[in-house]
T-cell receptor, first 116, second 112 residues
């Protein structure tokens, strides 16, 4: 049981390049999230998904796209990277809101992205 | 190294003492609150949660207190240990939504 796994863990991009961050969870969780974490700021929600095939925007969705084709995977894409997207990205998953444990987000180890 | 949280408020506590970490939340409609711990280079880890129909909840060595009147949340750690050194975040959420708002965090340093 690996929990939440993110790949890659580190990446350096040039402005304008594209990339995809992959998140995989093996806990059969319904909900999945992508957050970014910047110095002096709390985690900010980029996009989230409440089930396979569904996605929704969070607080800071601009410049990112996501897909949830399989229940266990949640992909975060940057089509044209910008220096403002330099950050640490965290994927998380949780049980559905119907479950009493819904508030417990399980986080991955993070992916550090630098855009030059 | 960990660059996140360079300018976080820091609480320094002697090993064995109790720690109290405070958090003010913003949304009076929030009815669910969670504390997370984040060690350097790792993702946040769930510690304890509390719903708005409670004002206190205890876990193993941790207690969360909720004061809805002043929109304040605190995390108490008993007999603080070196392994408790980390950044602690509070988060607030509202029933029926899927979004949690995270605070900026407090760094806890445990002094030997």
């Amino acid at each position: 049981n690996a929990g939440v796994t993110q790949t890659p863990k580190f990446r350096v991009l040039k402005t304008g390049q594209s990339m995809t961050l992959l998140c995989a969870q093996d806990m059969n969780h319904e909900y999945m999230y992508w957050y970014r974490q910047d110095p002096g700021m709390g985690l900010r929600l980029i996009h989230y998904s409440v089930g396979e095939g569904t996605t929704a925007k969070g607080e800071v969705p601009d410049g990112y796209n996501v897909s949830r084709l399989k229940k266990q995977n949640f992909l975060l894409g940057l089509e044209s990277a910008a220096p403002s997207q330099t950050s640490v990205y965290f994927c998380a998953s949780s049980y559905s809101r119907r479950d009493s444990r819904a508030g417990e987000l399980f986080f991955g180890e993070g992916s550090r992205l630098t855009v030059l | 190294g960990e660059s996140v949280g360079l300018h976080l408020p820091t609480l320094s506590v002697q090993e064995g003492d109790n720690s109290i970490i405070n958090c003010a939340y913003s949304n009076s409609a929030s009815d669910y609150f969670i504390w997370y711990k984040q060690e350097s280079g790792k993702g946040p880890q769930f510690i304890i949660d509390i719903r708005s129909n409670m004002d206190k909840r205890q876990g193993q060595r941790v207690t969360v207190l909720l004061n809805k009147t002043v929109k304040h949340l605190s995390l108490q750690i008993a007999a603080t240990q070196p392994g408790d050194s980390a950044v602690y975040f509070c988060a607030e959420g509202t029933s029926g939504t899927y979004k949690y708002i995270f605070g900026t965090g407090t760094r806890l340093k445990v002094l030997a």
